[in-house]
């Protein structure tokens, strides 16, 4: 056999040395444990060997059949060892006490080791969530120069503008703040049909302006990413494929790169494959094409034309105020020299990059890390009472342990050593919980979450959740630490073990404990309410348009087979013309932008006066959605026409003048009589539009929304190539879409269609984050609320048993048990209130941080705070009943001999 | 010491374990002895305190041995019965000799 180095883990060794010292046998016992170490060794399990090892020397310092080896514990010898060891030595003394001393009490130990792993348990699930999404910084490298650029237009109050592709020229040239700026359209330029292997399929495409890659500084996991060389002449048709695209479509073929793959009828050159995780500018990115390749003919690239957004990377040390007030005087000098396209772009507003992609979970995210917060608290107070209820027990212990000697301090850090136990042990087991807890939660996400694919638990989170668990251990062992540091030692050794006596101050921190979580769980269970009931508002809100047996698909015309001016709305025509004709349809029309889904940015909103009236001051005008439908739209989505009538065959190129279909709200705000025949005129342009028809209100990007002014121009007139196909069927429209996809088919073979969906599941999906965060505050706050009744019953009960004597005596004076149940739950009533009348309180502002998420509730709806409020005394009486039966049942006479 | 010689069980079988190990009664082989050899788990620290109680009784004795690689230097004890040891062996078997008288049949192994 190979000699082998095996030296056992040196502090168990010297602990145990250190045990075993007085008996003079500590180096034979400890030259035995390394000779049965270095054999298990030998054989290879090095872990179990540790273990092994570790457990021994636990048994042999500790248990009592080896107490010979051991110096009785009062005539301790001056100590061998000095400073770190003696430290160390001293803490391991601690620890173990500690857990022998946890495990005489084992009821005590699960139950405070539970709480605590619950309370880390949510934690760490809902902070890996805050941490992945809206701490950790964006996954390229300096992501925190990163920025997102806009044009703002300070009369207009408007700071989220998209810039045109000369203005960025200028940009580029004149800043000094940025080593980098690039863009993208902010808008759906239409992805591409990708044909070869197979069925037609629908690819998600992002046209990049100069410099996409290198401002992010993303490299490529193969191949190499799109260069300026690739925008030169417009003519190169190179893509970069996301490696789930390079997965999914192309089975992750290894000489993909290189290759030339067919978008839309055109051939594109792979030159490169993006790492996982690399997901701009949205997470369904597929693939990135060169802006450029986009002629003249299809976005002109004039001044007037914004449609870029803008990221630059900052120089490193300049700071966003710098950056912001050096594009804006770029920006003002622009104005002054082209006044016709730039006059009112005096600023430039910016953001950082992360902050604006989390902008919109923020606060969900953090009122949830909130109610976890408070769920911890409870936890926090919970085993505070549970530690109090034990030190009292202990009372007797430590009395003794004072009188032979014990400094106060060194029974306090006793106590605090075993809450950090506690504390660490949950803790651990709490980190079990929420990992199990933190892929629920992402299964449950809603998608529009950014960032969801990157939350786990990390090591931030276990740093952070340990962390937060041994300060809560802190926390909760610094009360009854607390009452034993002021606390009358001696007298506890004169009443002995729990026979009342129950000190004045340690009954005080009790009902602070109780106060301080009732208050808690009632902003919990407030916050909750409020967030249920907006939800429920929210459901009943009529979107505007009937949601039964319809269905919508997103239908892009092919643009790349559509040659000839009027093909695309010859193609939806002849779709409609089809659909129509399917036995299971009534009704088909299509429509841009659907309403309640993502793709409502893609409204195209205008300012506008009306015809004859006078005109509001510049600057002031209304807005108004532009929206685009075609003829028979309103009847498939059961949208009422008031006045007027709908499109029809008339409405196109050839009727001189753009016809409009407006909303029941624009009507109402600006138009006194009958709109119809009027005109709408858009500011700064010769845009008219004809109102022909008024339609009822149906809600846009969101169910809680106030509707604004909608105009539907005939899809005829104005014409976009993404339109969205709804049809109301007879039957259930799961059972007509295959006909429904055939007649799409008939027209154009390659067509792909997709976002196949009910308008009930397009309306449900779109309160999917209110749901979202309603569901789990609830959830939280429902644990919250059984916790603090169990909270409660503790104190109550133990208030109970240290007062059996004087429930005794009144009980043979003659008080009925339901006096004596009125009075112990009395006594618990008293803290509930105050803290029902704190939480009330603290509940008006926390609901204030909420306020965003609410729809149809005050922050400080009455019926919510009341049923909160009345709910939680309800469980409190509840809590408090139990231990008041037992209050009933005590026998007088027995309690009085007990004395 | 020696008179008190009332032996316990479990140092009944230690005391006997180290007379049967002779020249190889470390602690490690004592406790193997008497796991293998009476079928009994032996907790480590009841063996060591044993040892340590039958020592003070003047049963057993020790001697300081070289040590082994595996031990990284730290010496070994090999232990031998005393004659008290070896008397109050006596007197136990005696006495479990003449309480058992009578019962062979009862005590005999099936």
């Known amino acids: 056999m190979k000699p082998h180095r095996s030296v056992p883990p040196a502090l168990a060794e010297t602990w145990l040395r250190h045990r075993l010292a007085p008996s003079g046998q500590a180096d034979f016992v400890i030259g035995d444990l390394r000779e049965e170490y270095a054999a298990l060794r030998a054989s290879g399990r090095r872990l179990l060997a540790t273990v092994w090892y570790c457990g021994q020397v636990f048994r042999l310092g500790s248990s009592r059949a080896s107490r010979p080896l051991r110096r009785p514990p009062l005539l301790s010898p001056q100590s061998p060892h000095s400073g770190l060891v003696e430290v160390l030595i001293s803490i391991l003394k601690d620890v173990h006490f500690g857990f022998r001393s946890l495990l005489k009490s084992p009821v005590f130990a699960v139950a405070a080791l539970l709480t605590i792993a619950l309370g880390i348990g949510v934690n760490s699930a809902i902070f890996s969530m805050v941490n992945a999404v809206l701490l950790q910084p964006l996954p390229y490298p300096d992501a925190n120069e990163l920025v997102r650029i806009y044009a703002a237009y ?66 490529p996991l193969d191949g190499r990413t799109i260069t300026d060389a690739d925008h030169a002449d417009g003519e190169n048709r190179v893509a970069v494929l996301s490696f789930s695209s390079w997965q999914n479509r192309f089975g992750g073929r290894s000489d993909v790169v290189g290759s030339t793959i067919t978008l839309s009828d055109t051939p594109f050159e792979v030159i490169g494959v993006m790492p996982p995780g690399f997901e701009y500018p949205s997470k369904d990115a597929e693939i990135w094409v060169p802006l450029s390749i986009i002629p003249e003919s299809g976005i002109p690239r004039q001044r007037y034309i914004r449609f870029l957004a ?199 921190l009790r009902g602070a404990l109780v106060i301080a979580e009732v208050a808690l769980v009632l902003v919990l269970a407030i916050g909750a309410g409020l967030l249920l009931r907006s939800l429920d508002e929210l459901l009943n809100v009529e979107p505007g348009f009937a949601m039964e047996r319809t269905v919508a698909m997103r239908v892009a015309a092919p643009s790349y087979k559509l040659t000839e001016s009027g093909d ?47 005109a509001a001051p510049e600057g002031q005008e209304p807005a108004a959605a532009l929206r685009f439908a075609s003829d028979g739209l309103f009847d498939a989505m059961g949208i009422p026409l008031v006045a007027g009538r709908d499109f029809d065959l008339r409405d196109d190129r050839d009727a001189g003048e753009v016809r409009g279909i407006i909303n029941e709200s624009f009507a109402a705000r600006h138009f006194d009589g009958d709109p119809i025949g009027q005109r709408i005129q858009a500011v700064g342009s010769s845009f008219e539009i004809a109102v022909i028809g008024v339609v009822g209100d149906v809600k846009q990007s969101s169910l809680d929304e106030e509707v604004a002014n909608v105009v539907y121009a005939p899809h005829k007139q104005v014409t976009r190539s993404g339109m969205t196909l709804v049809v109301r069927t007879r039957g259930l429209p799961s059972e007509a879409q295959r006909a429904i996809n055939e007649a799409i088919w008939a027209v154009n073979p390659d067509q792909t269609i997709e976002g196949v969906t009910t308008l009930d599941a397009l309306v449900e999906s779109s309160v999917a984050e209110q749901r979202f965060a309603a569901r789990l505050v609830t959830l939280f706050a429902g644990l919250a609320m059984t916790l603090a009744a169990i909270g409660i019953y503790g104190v109550v009960a133990n208030s109970v048993a240290q007062r059996n004597r004087e429930i005794g005596i009144r009980m043979a004076l003659g008080a009925r048990g339901a006096d004596v149940a009125r009075w112990v739950v009395g006594q618990g009533m008293v803290w509930v209130a105050a803290g029902i009348a ?24 009455l019926v919510t705070y009341a049923s909160g409020a009345g709910v939680l005394a309800i469980v409190a009486v509840l809590a408090s009943l139990i231990p008041a039966r037992r209050a009933i049942a005590i026998d007088p006479v027995k309690t009085l001999r007990a004395d | 010491m020696g008179s008190n010689t009332f032996l316990g069980e479990f140092e009944h079988l230690v005391l006997l374990a180290v007379m049967q190990l002779t020249d190889d009664a470390h602690a490690i082989r004592v406790r193997e002895q008497i796991e293998g050899r009476a079928d009994r788990r032996v907790a480590r620290g009841a063996l060591y305190g044993t040892l340590t109680r039958l020592q003070e009784k003047g049963f057993l004795d020790w001697q300081v041995e070289e040590s082994t690689p595996e031990r990284g230097g730290i010496p070994r004890r090999r232990f031998t019965v005393t004659a008290d040891g070896v008397e109050a062996l006596r007197a136990s078997q005696r006495a479990i000799a003449n309480l058992s008288e009578g019962l062979e049949q009862a005590l005999r192994d099936q």
Do not use: K
């Not at chain 1, 212990?397 to 506690?422: K, N, P």
């Not at chain 1, 990992?435 to 529009?448: F, G, H, N, T, W």
């Not at chain 1, 659907?594 to 006078?614: C, S």
């Open chain 1, 310 to 508: 803008v990221v630059g990377r900052l120089r490193p040390g300049v700071t966003l105020e710098a950056a912001q007030a050096d594009l804006t005087s770029v920006a003002q000098r622009l104005a002054t020299e082209y006044p016709d396209s730039n006059e009112r772009l005096t600023a430039v507003a910016m953001l950082p990059l992360q902050q604006q992609l989390t902008a919109q979970v923020r606060t969900p995210l953090l009122a949830l890390l909130g109610a976890v917060g408070g769920v911890l608290l409870i936890c926090c107070a919970n085993i505070a009472n549970l530690m109090l209820v034990r030190a009292q027990g202990r009372a007797r212990e430590f009395a003794v342990r004072s009188a032979l000697g014990a400094g106060r301090a060194r029974l306090v850090r006793q106590l605090i050593t075993e809450s950090a136990l506690i504390a660490v042990l949950g803790g651990l087991v709490g980190l079990v919980i929420g990992r199990a807890s933190v892929q629920a939660l992402v299964a449950v996400a809603p998608a529009e979450v950014p960032r969801l694919s990157e939350v786990g638990m990390d090591p931030v989170v276990v740093v952070v959740a340990m962390t937060t668990s041994l300060l809560t251990g802190l926390l909760f062992g610094l009360a009854p630490a607390l009452s034993v540091w002021r606390g009358d030692l001696q007298t506890g050794l004169r009443l002995g073990s729990g026979a009342g006596g129950e000190s004045r101050s340690r009954n005080r």
């Open chain 1, 838 to 861: 704190i939480g009330l309180v603290a509940a008006a502002g926390a609901a204030r941080l909420i306020s965003s998420l609410l729809y149809g509730v005050a922050p400080t709806d």
């Open chain 1, 568 to 614: 695309t709305e010859r193609f939806f025509t002849e779709v409609l013309t089809e659909v129509r004709q399917q036995p299971g349809v009534l009704a088909a029309g299509v429509v841009r932008p659907m309403p309640l889904t993502p793709d409502t940015f893609q409204g195209e909103d205008f300012r506008f006066g009306v015809a004859g009236q006078p």
């Open chain 1, 154 to 219: 300070p009369e207009r109050d408007l700071r989220r503008g998209t810039v045109s592709p000369p203005d960025l020229a200028d940009w580029r040239e004149q800043n000094s703040s940025f080593t980098e700026i690039t863009a993208f359209p902010n808008v759906d330029v239409g992805g591409f049909v990708l044909t070869g292997d197979g069925e037609p399929q629908r690819i998600a495409a992002h046209y990049v302006a100069e410099g996409f890659f290198t401002t992010l500084a993303a490299a």
